[in-house]
C-alpha cells in the first residue's frame, strides 16, 4: 500500500502562486508516476497532470500548461505542483495520486490522497 498526504493549499489572490506538497509513503517502490487532480465544486474530477518517477516525464493538461510545473523529490519521496498565474477557475481540491506502469499508461492510479483545497478569489 502506499499512503499520500497533500499540502501547501490555502485562499490566494487572482495572479499569485502556491506550491502544493504530496508525502508518499508505505510502498513507495512500486510507484512509476505520480499525478496531480482536481475537482471543482459540482464538477466532475480534472486531470492536471503527471510525472513518472524515474524519468521525470510530465504531461500537463491544457487548462494549466504554462502556468503549472509538476516536479518531485526522490530522496524525500515527495511531489511538488507549482501553480502561477493562478484564475479564479483554478479553485478545486486538489488531489495526489500514485501508481504503477499501468496507472500510467491508462491515466487510472491506484492510490488517492485526500486533498487539500485551493482557493482564487476575485
Known amino acids: 500500500q502506499v499512503q499520500l498526504v497533500e499540502s501547501g493549499g490555502g485562499l490566494v489572490q487572482a495572479g499569485g502562486s502556491l506550491r502544493l506538497s504530496c508525502a508518499a509513503s508505505?510502498?513507495?517502490?512500486?510507484?512509476?508516476?505520480m499525478a496531480w487532480f482536481r475537482q471543482a465544486a459540482g464538477k466532475d474530477r480534472q486531470f492536471v497532470g503527471t510525472?513518472?518517477?524515474?524519468?521525470?516525464?510530465?504531461s500537463y493538461a491544457d487548462s494549466v500548461k504554462d502556468r503549472f510545473t509538476i516536479s518531485r523529490d526522490n530522496a524525500k519521496n515527495t511531489l511538488y505542483l507549482r501553480m502561477n498565474s493562478l484564475k479564479p477557475e483554478d479553485t478545486a481540491i486538489y488531489y495526489c495520486?500514485?501508481?504503477?506502469?499501468?496507472?500510467?499508461?491508462?491515466?487510472?492510479?491506484?492510490?488517492w490522497g485526500k486533498g487539500t483545497q485551493v482557493t482564487v478569489s476575485s
Open positions: 510525472i513518472t518517477w524515474g524519468g521525470g516525464t510530465t
Open positions: 495520486a500514485a501508481g504503477d506502469a499501468r496507472s500510467y499508461i491508462e491515466n487510472r492510479y491506484d492510490y
Open positions: 508505505g510502498r513507495t517502490f512500486s510507484v512509476y508516476a
